[in-house]
């Protein structure tokens, strides 16, 4: 293993010259900090983040693991998880999975490497075993998204009671015909598991068959709403409301509604999730299901931070509640 007695060796310099450099000391010439990253780049020397944070150089670091930055709902969530980090004196690297597993485990390697000191995930690719067997490198905590059969804790929203109100809200409007966008498949630890079980709970209390062609699996952006809504208008038997899943997939049935001469909702009644400020930019303005998403921030730093601690508490799992926001869509 390269040490830093290694580094000074080879730079010529001595071993406090090469530590002053390392942590970024100033009043260091150019010339010796040049010679200093030479010799590390050619032995391959990366400083311990570890040590340097025990010496009062470095911040803790928690890395967010994301599947996409551009979607709205996790940009907030993120702007919440930093401006709380930031109040807490902790630093954010932000990695986002594109819902690779492979990707996320490169990620999950930093921890591996003491590169950061904790992981909110506010997605999961990986199985239940191989995301546990990463908390012997530090904490990991479940925002959002949680699996079973694992002791990793979790800060997420009542998901199951979310699609459930807004199926039955459909329902109570009057409509049997109900079309369903998911993330994931109707499997015991899938994505999108609980609002699946809630939608199926509204269903069998109204004595409402499901009809798997008005289904449509990993929905997620406004194309996926618009594709959506195109199939919806080449089915015999259309149904006349759907729950979206988000409010972008919301967004993109009611574009292309509009466009194709579909009235809203007479023609198709629309109901989104999370309630992001789209949702009264849309016309009509969009009945949606309300997230706390701040409030899952702050609580899924505090739970990390937590965790970090020396005697390494496990913070308890927490289901925060969801709101009907009911506007014209409906």
């Known amino acids: 293993m390269v040490t830093i007695s290694d580094v000074a060796k080879r730079s010529?310099?001595?071993?406090?010259?090469v530590s002053r450099?390392?942590?970024n000391h100033p009043y260091i010439s150019k010339e010796k900090r040049e010679l200093v990253q030479k010799a590390m780049d050619e032995l391959g020397y990366y400083p311990n983040p570890a040590a340097r944070r025990l010496r009062g150089h470095l911040k803790s670091t928690i890395g967010v693991i994301v599947p996409r930055i551009i979607n709205p709902f996790f940009s907030y969530l993120v702007n919440s998880i930093e401006q709380t980090a930031y109040q807490n004196n902790f630093q954010v690297l932000i990695f986002q999975s594109n819902e690779n597993k492979e990707k996320e485990l490169s990620f999950l390697n930093l921890l591996k490497t003491r590169q950061i000191d904790g992981v909110i995930m506010t997605s999961i690719e990986n199985d239940a075993e191989i995301i546990h067997s990463y908390t012997q490198y530090g904490p990991i905590l479940f925002c959002n998204e949680y699996l079973?059969?694992?002791d990793v804790p979790s800060i997420r929203v009542d998901q199951s009671q979310g699609a459930y109100i807004g199926i039955k809200h459909l329902i109570e409007k009057g409509h049997t015909k109900i079309a369903y966008c998911t993330g994931g498949l109707f499997a015991e630890d899938g994505k999108d598991k609980d609002r699946n079980q809630g939608y199926q709970k509204a269903l069998n209390e109204a004595g409402i068959s499901l009809n798997p062609n008005w289904i449509f699996i990993d929905q997620?952006?406004?194309e996926d709403g618009k594709s959506v809504l195109k199939q919806i208008l080449t089915m015999d038997n259309c149904p006349t409301a759907i729950f979206t899943g988000s409010d972008e997939v919301a967004a993109g049935v009611m574009i292309e509604a509009n466009d194709q001469g579909v009235p809203i909702p007479n023609g198709i009644a629309v109901?989104?999730?999370d309630d992001q400020p789209l949702a009264e930019m849309l016309h009509p303005k969009l009945t949606t299901i309300?997230?706390?998403i701040s409030l899952l921030g702050e609580k899924a730093v505090e739970g990390l931070a937590l965790m970090m601690q020396k005697n390494n508490t496990m913070p308890e799992n927490i289901?925060?509640?969801?709101?009907l926001i009911t506007r014209k869509s409906t």
């Open 271 to 273: 109901i989104g999730f």
């Open 21 to 23: 450099v390392i942590n």
């Open 220 to 222: 997620h952006s406004i």
């Open 319 to 323: 289901k925060l509640p969801v709101e």
């Open 290 to 292: 309300k997230q706390p």
């Open 148 to 150: 079973n059969n694992t």
């Open 12 to 17: 010529g310099l001595s071993k406090s010259t």
